[in-house]
């Protein structure tokens, strides 16, 4: 990644909003502090030095010290600070520092009692203390510093150099030692202000580039705040994906739309461990006016945003390709016309369904159902006609059994039935009778009335067989026996030597 360039005016502009944020955001601490120590040296000095002359001085600071709260308040008001006035507002925020530092430097010769070598050190102390805690303040901002300690420490250094004692001189040169350290600290923290000005610039540039990557692409993508769970960047295609608006999409918790919440949290840990995900396969659901399914290939891995750890998540929406998969797996196992399980789905059934009954020991019946007099309608008013036939054939004989059983269609004209925990043969019996009866009702199709009948057999598990396809055959064979019984009637199998 490119370093900023400290000659373009974007990071010139960047570094002059960032200083004047932290002078400004200081003055309320900073006038507190001169305030507080001004009315501590009045106090402490007051027994030497006329009261006149202290409140004066202390009246021309604390006027100082409404003045800068008065330019304070105008710069934290919003209408008054656009950006192209910031190198104005820093040049206000110098003048007054300068200001500050005069009546500091005056404070520091005419607070200053003559022959009293402890009330002469304490105001050298709080002179000095006070140039030390602005370096701290204002060295974001050399010019500030040197507006400020310059003023305000070398009229108490002259003064004492002046006075020609050994401790005043040797407290002068100490002053003036302490001004040099002051000056490089300053400089010190100077550059390192510059230099995480620098960083924090970078990083800005850095997440705009990730905002405009990820806003003109075509997957969905969101970044979530680990701390509280919540997005603060979506880009249009999440906002698509969840079917919201980018105003509501920032805040939202994710975890509300994925159908497994435990599978969520569980990807949270992942990533807290500084771990990736990649292609996961999430389903999410979505309430609205009706309930929405979208299945996703959801991607996430740690990343800084906003000076924080946050979570980058892809989403890439493979719905249309789910919904194709599983219409394709239904059309390989169930009967395109009927909606019915076909032969290969009923005969995975059959094969479950004798496993449970071996294990649980109760009997099954197994129905195969040919239709009669159907090619006749078939061949009369056309095939039409007779899908319709086949439809309505098939939702009778399914209301005709209760929820455990199942029905199949084979092919053609034939249909298969599979009745669980049958009592005995008789109960086998009452439920095709009851079949026969719902077929053999006349149905009025596209203005056409017509009729059919059927041809039930009927093999029981495991009295006729316990293998599925022997089971099959017997009730095939109990079925041709029915149609060479007159058709139109339920017939129980019986083996060649009952």
């Known amino acids: ?3 900023p360039n400290s000659d373009h005016p974007v990071y010139i502009e960047s570094v002059l909003n960032q200083k004047v944020k932290m002078l400004f955001s200081g003055i309320i601490f900073s006038i507190t502090i001169s305030a507080f120590l001004g009315l501590v040296l009045v106090v402490v000095q007051q027994p030497i030095i006329p009261l006149t002359t202290s409140l004066s001085w202390y009246g021309t600071l604390m006027s100082v010290v409404i003045l800068r709260l008065i330019l304070f308040n105008k710069w934290q008001s919003k209408d008054a600070k656009p950006k192209h006035d910031q190198k104005r507002w820093l040049q206000y925020f110098r003048f007054s520092v300068l200001i500050t530092g005069i009546i500091w430097g005056v404070g520091g010769v ?7 070598i402890s009330h002469q050190a304490f105001v050298s102390f709080t002179i000095g203390g006070l140039a030390a805690g602005a370096m ?11 507006a400020f300690v310059l003023p305000t420490l070398f009229p108490h250094i002259i003064f004492l150099f002046q006075q020609g004692e050994s401790i005043s001189l040797g407290m002068s040169s100490m002053l003036l030692l302490f001004t040099l350290f002051v000056f490089l600290s300053a400089k010190k923290t100077g550059e390192t202000f510059l230099e995480n000005a620098k960083l924090h610039i970078q990083a800005l540039e850095n997440e705009s580039r990730l905002r405009m990557m990820l806003d003109f692409s075509p997957i969905a993508a969101s970044i979530i705040d680990i701390t509280n ?18 105003e509501s999409a920032i805040g939202i918790t994710p975890r509300r739309y994925y159908a497994n919440k435990v599978e969520y949290d569980d990807a949270v840990k992942i990533i807290e461990r500084g771990e990736q995900i990649t292609n996961q396969l999430v389903e999410l659901n979505f309430d609205g006016a009706q309930k929405i399914t979208k299945w996703v290939l959801a991607s996430y891995l740690q990343i800084d945003y906003h000076s924080k750890q946050m979570m980058l998540g892809w989403f890439y929406d493979i719905t249309d390709r789910k919904v194709m998969e599983e219409h394709t797996q239904h059309l390989a196992h169930h009967d395109p016309l009927t909606g019915l399980p076909n032969r290969i789905l009923f005969r995975e059934r059959l094969h479950l369904a004798i496993s449970m009954a071996e294990r649980d020991k109760y009997s099954l019946a197994l129905m195969f159902i040919d ?14 006609v007779g899908d319709a036939v086949l439809l309505e054939c098939a939702a009778r004989i399914r209301a005709c059994l209760r929820k455990p059983d199942s029905v199949a269609r084979l092919g053609g004209d034939e ?5 669980h925990k049958v009592s005995n043969e008789q109960t086998a019996l009452q439920v095709g ?11 009025k199709i596209e203005g056409v009335k017509v009729s059919v009948g059927a041809s039930i057999g009927v093999a029981l598990y495991p009295l006729n067989s316990t293998e599925d396809d022997e089971l099959l055959n017997c009730a095939d064979s109990a079925m041709y026996d029915a149609k060479k019984n007159g058709r139109n009637i339920v017939k129980l199998f019986q083996s060649a030597h009952e």
Do not use: C
């Not at 960047?233 to 980018?246: C, D, H, M, P, V």
């Open 415 to 419: 249909f298969v039935v599979l009745l």
């Open 229 to 246: 769970q919540e997005v603060v960047f979506a880009n249009k295609s999440y906002t698509g994906l969840i079917e919201n608006k980018y």
């Open 136 to 146: 701290a303040s204002l060295s974001v901002d050399r010019i500030s510093v040197t």
């Open 1 to 3: 990644m490119a370093q």
């Open 433 to 443: 009778e009851k079949i026969l009866k719902s077929l053999q009702s006349s149905m």
């Open 110 to 116: 005419v607070m200053m009692p003559e022959g009293n």
């Open 371 to 384: 239709l009669d007099e159907f090619k006749p309608i078939n061949d009369t008013y056309g095939h039409d």
